[in-house]
Every structure is written in C-alpha cells, then in structure tokens.
C-alpha cells in the first residue's frame, strides 16, 4: 500500500514557469522527503523537511509542509527543460526504516 | 551520481525461474534497502539490511529474501518467479549513523522482465 498521494498526476508547462506539486499522507511522520527519477531509473534526493519545519529552500527548489494537513508541497522555480522527470514525495510513517512513496507526479517542462 | 551501483541493469525470466539481483552500496553507509517500482507507480519497500541482519520487512512473500555481506553489499533473491513480479527493484544505501540518518541514496535499479 501507498502512504501518500501526489497531485496533480501529471504536470506539463512551459519552460521558465514554476510548477508546484503537492503530496497528501496518512499517518504520523517525523520527515518528508522529495526524490526525483528520470527515465524509470534511480531516485535523486531532493531535499528533506523534518516534521518540526514548515519550509525549506534548495536553490531553485521550494518544500513546504503542513502537518495539521498531513500535505506538503514542492515548488520548482523558473523550470528547466532538464527539470522533465517524475517527482514523488516519500515519508517515514514513523518508521526509522522504511520509506513509503506515493504514485509521483510526471512533469514534462516544454523548451 | 550517488555511489550506489546495481547489476545487472536488465534481465529476462520465464515464471518459475529465480533470479539473484546485487547492489553495492555507497562507501560508509552500513544501511541497505530494497525497493520494487511497477510501471507508473511509486517504489514499494521490500526489506531493509542493518549490519548483515533484516532490519524491517514490507508486504512481500518469503520468497523474497536478501542477503548483506560484511562489505555491506547486498543481494535480493527471487524465488518461484511470477509475471507480476516484472519491476524496476531499486537499492538504496544509508548510514544509521551521523547526520542525515534518513536519506537513501538509490542505485540506478535492475529492470526485470518475468515471461
């Protein structure tokens, strides 16, 4: 089974927009993480928010996180034909072992 | 590139054969987990390995079983092959040690086919 579910499916936007993504979860956690995978290959780590924190910022990346919601979202800023990969966001279910993906998100960004 | 390397990177079974995928993990993580991604969904755990012992299962059947090694390389065995079981399987290394304890560093994956 899946812990979380990211929304919207699929994303297509232009080069130099912003794409946001948002992930919804069922339990307890102690952090969300964001990986990306391109080409049905290896998961990148993005970037980690501990469940204490609201926002975090990597470069051109932006997570936020709502735990009273149990959601979180992820905001990529003026997109990158290279930034056309799948997205999922991952949580611990309060687990120090496992991590619990949902379905991703599949952002194409257009030249 | 996260150090972590997986062989081999494609495969093809017919049902009822097994099959032994490997994965090394990234210098000093002690930590291995495995994960089975079908076409269009996200990656399922299998099971975690911890200084050579199973530190945790997913919902998988016993025929399923993995291995660490004391170099911490790791392999997950398939027994009793189904179609289903047709997958990109992604290893993941990590450290339960120092800072970032909870990221997983993934390998490239191994895609299987299962005719």
């Known amino acids: 089974s899946q812990q979380g579910e990211e929304d919207p499916q699929a994303l297509s936007i232009q080069e130099g927009e912003n794409a946001t993504m948002n992930c919804s979860y069922k339990t307890s956690i102690n952090n969300l993480q964001w990986y990306r995978q391109n080409s049905g290959r290896g998961l990148v780590h993005l970037i980690l928010i501990r469940s204490n924190e609201r926002e975090k910022h990597s470069g051109r990346l932006r997570v936020t996180l709502d735990t009273s919601k149990k959601s979180s979202s992820l905001l990529i800023t003026a997109s990158r034909a290279a930034d056309t990969a799948s997205y999922f966001c991952a949580t611990d279910e309060g687990s120090s072992y496992k991590l619990i993906f949902g379905s991703g998100t599949r952002l194409l960004v257009r030249p | 590139e996260t150090g972590v390397t997986q062989s081999p990177t494609h495969l093809i079974k017919t049902r009822g054969q097994q099959v032994t995928l490997r994965c090394s993990s990234q210098?000093?993580?002690?930590?291995v987990s495995w994960y089975q991604q079908a076409l269009g969904q996200g990656p399922q755990f299998i099971f975690q390995y911890y200084r050579e012992e199973e530190n945790g299962r997913g919902n998988f059947p016993p025929r399923f079983s993995g291995l660490q090694f004391p170099n911490y390389s790791s392999e997950l065995n398939v027994n009793a092959l189904e179609l289903d079981d047709s997958a990109l399987y992604l290893c993941?290394?990590?450290?339960?040690?120092?800072?970032?304890?909870?990221?997983?560093?993934f390998g490239p994956g191994t895609r299987l086919l299962v005719l």
């Open positions: 993941a290394s990590s450290s339960k040690s120092g800072r970032n304890q909870e990221t997983q560093y």
């Open positions: 210098s000093g993580h002690n930590t």
